[in-house]
């Protein structure tokens, strides 16, 4: 499938980093983070559910991977438009194998 995001060549950190909207971006990712403790937390508090599965319908290439990690949910399911962004080079599952090589409990 052919969509905008398979056209764009994703960027490096350095340059994430240097963009002009940087402060948004990391805003907006905090967001997300604190949404995501929110709903973890609701759901093993309030509704005495411990393991959580969840579903990302817009996974891209897993940019939310150390949040599912932080919030210890195990069990991850991910869809994307964009082929790329999950089987590509640098894609979802290329960041989740070279994520568990390189960090020893990343998959416990
Ligand atoms: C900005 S990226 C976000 C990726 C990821 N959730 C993250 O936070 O790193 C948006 C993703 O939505 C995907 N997308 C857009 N429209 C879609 C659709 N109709 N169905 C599934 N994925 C879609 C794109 O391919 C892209 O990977």
Redesign the pocket.
Known sequence: MN?K?NKKKYENKKKRESSSIINIRNFHNWIKSEMLAECCTYIRKDKGIKNIALL??????G??MFKWKSNDIKLVMG????YE?IHGENGAIDRYNKNIKKYNDYND
Do not use: E, K, M
């Open positions: 969509n995001y990302d319908l817009a996974v891209g290439r940019g939310d869809f994307d438009i964009d962004s």
